[in-house]
């Protein structure tokens, strides 16, 4: 197990140095959401219900809306500057008779480890808490939040068990809880007889969640039996790295086909200037020697077409002329 928190038990003067860790974990089959014909997965993107722009998870900070319907928008900042007072301390407040503490109120359970050098202390308050059978009513700031919650012991272990606050618990507001029932002795006898009949010790690993069970077995099934589908790789979302990254690859793979094709088709051409149009064009980008060959491609159709364009651009004509006093330069 990882510890998700770290801090310190503080009872008198006593301080004991824990580590926190989940004590329960729910065991389910994760179930995606997927397009029925092809098994593609449905994607959910955050959208601003103003400007019907998607945003970006570094722009989303937590609003309180007022009852006008004004929207108070708080920053992390703002978050950060608030006290929490028992940010790396759990704070014992009192310590109360087991019994008194409703289980309606109890949430998550974790459990507490303590330092190496904390051995003493912590079999001290763990054996403390268990002769006199009570529970260490403390105050604890998990995940930026302060909560109430209760220590108590588990076999060898001082578990930390949240609870919630007065007002989260709901009353059973039931009318029909009011009417005058009248329940007779027989019936009374009854019931408490049927209850006997069925009296046992918990024992948890007797139960097991059929329903998982039975959709491991159906997925299994499907698995065995082929009957799968293979989606196509989903696009990367828009603003991620990885749409870069395919883009840009695709933009390369794009550049090297278009340069092969262009390579082949003058390899086609066996690379014979006077024969194809582009012979004069090449030989001009080619460096060293290719250079030095340009001269040489005086063949009729060249000067033919030198003589053309020269009479309907006369500035190539010049650009030309300038080519060839610098050609000797270089060879030189």
Known sequence: MRAIWKGAVAFGLVNVPVKLYAATGEHSVSLHQVHREDGGRIRYRKVCSVDGEEVRPDDIVKGYETDDGQM????????????????????????????????????????????????????????????????????????????????????????????????????????VLDADVKLRPQELT??????????????????????????????????????????????????????????????????VEKARGTRGGAASSGGKGPASGGGASTSTTTKGGAAKKSPATKSPATKAAAAKSGSEKPSTTKTTTRAKKTTPRKAS
């Open 72 to 175: 108070v928008v708080l920053t992390d900042e703002d978050l950060d500057e608030l006290p929490l007072t028992t940010e790396r301390e759990i704070a014992v407040e009192e310590f109360v008779p087991a019994d008194q503490v409703d289980p309606i109120m109890l949430a998550k359970t974790y459990y507490l480890e303590p330092d190496k050098t904390a051995a003493k202390p912590y079999a001290l308050l763990r054996e403390a808490l268990r002769q006199t059978d009570r529970m260490a009513v403390v105050k604890v700031a998990l995940r930026q939040r302060e909560s109430m919650a209760v220590l108590r012991v588990r076999d060898d272990v001082i578990c930390l068990q949240t609870l919630l606050w007065p007002d989260e618990v709901r009353e059973a507001d039931f009318p």
């Open 190 to 255: 009854m019931a408490s007889s049927l209850v006997e009949s069925l009296a046992a010790d918990f024992d948890p690993s007797e139960f097991e969640d059929s329903y998982r069970v039975a959709l491991e077995q159906l997925i299994e099934a499907k698995v065995s039996s082929g009957t799968t589908v293979a989606p196509e790789k989903a696009e990367e979302e828009e603003g991620s790295g990885g749409a870069e990254v395919v883009d840009l690859l695709s933009a390369l793979q794009r550049s």
